[in-house]
């Protein structure tokens, strides 16, 4: 079997798993945001917090709950890094220095999770577990919340009500990721993945001479690292390393769980509007762009010529043998059209096209499927501008989902789409024209360009994976990269939010013969061109610096 049928085999399985999953996965989650009875557990949460699950919020009071409880996981964070050193288990680690702790901080707690420090050479297991895999869960939860809210501001009429941000956050933890994280863990442990608290200790090699690892609760940390599409990992290599992904059934197993619930939630999205053709719409955009990309990396990677790579099968400089081409291009395509930063492999070794992919595909905002809830919100926040679009060219008011899309949801919408864009490509100025960071880049010319841009791209897209061969445990980075994550993340929630109140207060318009049927493949083609159109004509002069001059040029 030659390594591109086995690809083509690959996303075949992964297409199919994603398929069986998708209904009752979907079906669940509706009914897990839509039900009124609390679990006992639960209700003992909210009593800790001080919070009534029952009491209806605008969108302002929603987004104070968002912005509060995520200030409180970063300094909460910040503070276990600084005192690492006094901590137990912290296998002699020292206390993490201020301006990478805030970057760390930040990063888990946005769902970036990316990650300017070696994991088993800085990270003790208290700052691990109860720091890092804890905010895995928690801020997976918060971008599930905000995209419910956003789908209840469609589904509700006169009332400006999005349902409560305690009660969504809690059961989203509760109900979903803790219980399917469970069942993952199990899988990863028993395919070969660790989970223990051992100690460093020195292990010998084939070669002669030792190196000192160190264990950890890998399995349960990696669950929910793909699963919430949070990226971080236990070891620098990151999912690459045969401790977090040790063969190709792991590597196609953890693919499926990054993209499993921002595909389910799709059909969340139609159960809940009363219209499932509406989620199958959305899902169709989402898997043309992924499909599109798939095939496109892997052409790249299998086509690169020279006698060493046709050898090799294609370009596997940077690539773990036991995965192979194809193995790393999904897995490349799929953490990049999500926000989950997790690599099976080094994108700065890529192709200089292939590498453009992955940075494409973040800067269409992680919308194919994205991030867990962000995603969602992200391409219904597209579909939004695509109506708009269409309005206008046949002489009418937009109308979504019975919602008139008047100046106010129309301007909200558009500030959403140019916050990353604006913190991308200012910060990557800032850091061009700045003698110290540019500095830090190891590699001159395009490629070093792309490293810059990667690194800002990924962080204010809360993506988390990074190009590899740029020094970022610098200040500069460390606090730019940081503010860029912060930024990124809630400045886009505001926008989200206010569009949703803003609906949901609205009375529902009756479809007539002149409405967009949104439902159907001609809206699914105006979206994805809509999407392709508005990213390109954004960043391809930055691309056109990068990725795209390095890979003409080979």
Known sequence: ??????????????????????????????????????????????????????????????LRGVLAFSAAGVLFLYLLQRLQ????????????????????????????????????????????????????????????????????????????????????LVRGITRVLVPLAVVAAVVLVACGVIQNLSGIHEVGQFTGGSQQWNGGAVASQEAIKELG????????????????????????????????????????????????????????????????????????????????????????????????????????????????????????????????????????????????????????????????????????????LGKKLGTREIKLAACYILVTPTLVLVFTALAMALPTPAGSMTNSGAHGFSEILYAYTSGANNNGSAFAGLDADTQWFNTTIGLAMLLGRFLPMVFVLALAGSLAGQRPVPATAGTLRTEQPLFAGLLVGAILIITGLTYFPALALGPLAEGLAA
Not at 261 to 273: K, S, Y
Not at 282 to 290: D, E, F, G, V, Y
Not at 299 to 318: I, K, N, P, S, V
Not at 372 to 379: N, R
Request: with cysteine.
């Open 1 to 62: 079997m030659g390594p591109v049928t086995a690809g083509v085999l690959q996303l075949l399985a992964l297409m199919g798993a994603l398929a069986l999953a998708y209904l009752p996965l979907g079906t669940c989650l509706a009914r897990v945001y839509s039900s009124d009875r609390h679990w006992r557990v639960e209700r003992w949460i909210y009593r800790c917090v001080g919070a009534d699950p029952d009491t209806g919020m605008r969108w302002p009071a929603y």
């Open 85 to 168: 050193g006094v901590l137990p288990l912290s296998l002699g680690f020292r206390a993490i220095d201020p301006d990478q702790a805030f970057n760390t901080a930040a990063s888990f707690v946005t769902n970036t999770n990316w990650q300017s420090y070696y994991g088993e050479q800085a990270m003790g297991h208290v700052v691990q577990t109860a720091g890092l895999a804890v905010q895995n869960f928690v801020s997976a939860a918060v971008g599930i919340a905000v995209a419910v809210a956003l789908v209840r501001g469609f589904a509700r009429s006169r009332t400006g009500e999005l349902g409560n941000f305690w009660s969504d």
């Open 229 to 400: 599409t949070n990226g971080g990992g236990y070891f620098n290599a990151n999912s690459a390393h045969p401790f977090e992904n040790p063969t190709p059934f792991t590597n196609l197993f953890e693919i499926f769980l990054i993209l499993l619930i921002p595909v389910a939630l799709t059909r969340t999205f139609g159960v809940m509007v009363g219209s499932v053709r509406q989620g199958y719409a959305i899902l169709a955009t989402m898997a043309t762009i992924w499909l599109a990309f798939t095939a496109l990396m892997m052409w790249t990677e299998f086509a690169h010529r020279g006698a060493a790579l046709e050898l090799a099968g294609g370009a596997m400089e940077g690539k773990e043998t036991r995965f192979g081409v194809a193995g790393s291009s999904i897995f490349a395509v799929a953490t990049t059209l999500t926000s989950t930063g997790a690599v099976d492999s080094f994108h700065s070794s890529f192709t200089g096209l292939g590498g453009g992919i992955t940075m494409l595909g973040m800067m269409l905002g992680e919308i194919a499927p994205g991030g867990v809830g962000s995603g969602l919100y992200g391409m219904l926040i597209m579909a939004v501008i695509a109506v708009f679009i269409a309005g206008l060219m046949v002489g009418r008011t937009p109308e979504y």
